[in-house]
T-cell receptor
């Protein structure tokens, strides 16, 4: 069975500082990996995805993530955070063999200090 | 990116009524749509998988007679919460994807907040 762990429930970061959100997954084969962002009361927006190939993935809004197979991780990073990045971030794992069903991590709430 | 529209965005209704939520993929044909439920400050819980032209597949513990799903076309899936009660109050989110195209992520709607009085 697939599982996703986001160890940090909350992260507070100052505007302009760097951000890293951790994600660890458990899956028998090479998974599809995703990061989504959710603003309060809204749906999820896809930040980036990994299916295969280059393990460093670039996404929207200046985010990137690196797939590390040996560590079963897919951490999300941004060099300089903006106040508008305050939101809930979800890591998710899926697989074509599972009908592209996603398993989500518990989420990390990012607070940005001015 | 792909656009998924969900309607209505907010519903308040009396206990015992049925509520229908629509999920539309606006710019692509979705072979598969997913319905999720999200409780406050929690992650998304998959309720069911909806494939066009076939019966939905429900996750364990989800009552299929309570949550009726119809996927009549490649652009529309509906979730009907029948005889809704206060415990059904939640945030419901749909997503759409194509399974016959490789590397297609799920695209999410903006969600529907359902409040049962």
């Amino acid at each position: 069975a697939q599982s996703v762990t986001q160890p940090d429930i909350h992260i507070t970061v100052s505007e302009g500082a760097s951000l890293e959100l951790r994600c660890n997954y458990s899956y028998g084969a090479t998974p599809y990996l995703f990061w989504y962002v959710q603003s309060p009361g809204q749906g999820l927006q896809l930040l980036l995805k990994y299916f295969s190939g280059d393990t460093l993935v670039q996404g929207i809004k200046g985010f990137e993530a690196e797939f590390k197979r040996s560590q079963s991780s897919f951490n999300l990073r941004k060099p300089s955070v903006h106040w508008s990045d305050a939101a809930e971030y979800f890591c998710a794992v899926g697989a074509r063999a599972a009908g592209n069903k996603l398993t989500f991590g518990g989420g990390t709430r990012v607070l940005v200090k001015p | 990116g792909a656009v998924v529209s969900q309607h209505p965005s907010w519903v308040i209704c009396k206990s015992g009524t049925s509520v229908k939520i629509e999920c539309r993929s606006l710019d692509f044909q979705a072979t598969t749509m997913f319905w999720y439920r999200q409780f406050p400050k929690q992650s998304l819980m998959l309720m069911a998988t909806s494939n066009e032209g076939s019966k939905a597949t429900y996750e364990q513990g989800v009552e299929k007679d309570k949550f009726l799903i119809n996927h009549a076309s490649l652009t529309l899936s509906t979730l009907t919460v029948t005889s809704a009660h206060p415990e059904d109050s939640s945030f419901y989110i749909c997503s759409a994807t194509r399974l016959d195209t490789s590397n297609q992520p799920q695209h999410f709607g903006d969600g529907t907040r359902l409040s049962i009085l």
